[in-house]
């Protein structure tokens, strides 16, 4: 069974930073790619940053510049680091990978992390 776990939401703010994080345990062959969502009430999740297994990366334009995606494979984590934070990026932070097990390729979610801007 593998879950996926994050950490580092709060209450920043604006103007400020946080540093999120998603750590993968379980029984895990391999983790290809990684990403983050992000839901605010009443909208749909929306993406915001993937990362490959070979370490492409892909942004969705409102972060680039503010935000950095980065993974380490030793530890099956990623992370988020954001600056230059603004009231919009306040959501809910979900995490998602795809991974291997004993039983096959799959993807899975997180359970999400609060991130609130404001001051």
């Known amino acids: 069974q593998v879950q996926l776990v994050e950490s580092g939401g709060g209450l920043v703010q604006p103007g400020g930073s946080l540093r999120l994080s998603c750590a993968a345990s379980?029984?895990?062959?391999?983790?290809?790619?990684m990403a983050w969502y992000r839901q605010v009430p009443g909208k749909e999740r929306e993406f915001v940053a993937g990362?490959?297994?070979?370490?492409?990366?892909i942004y969705t334009d409102s972060v680039k510049g503010r935000f950095t995606i980065s993974r380490d494979n030793a530890q099956n984590t990623m992370y988020l680091q954001m600056n230059s934070l603004k009231p919009e990026d306040t959501a809910v932070y979900y995490c998602?990978?795809?991974?291997?097990?004993?039983?096959?390729?799959?993807?899975?979610w997180g359970q999400g992390t609060h991130v609130t801007v404001s001051s």
């Open positions: 998602n990978a795809g991974i291997t097990t004993p039983r096959g390729y799959d993807t899975y």
């Open positions: 379980g029984s895990i062959f391999s983790i290809n790619a």
């Open positions: 990362i490959g297994s070979g370490g492409s990366i």
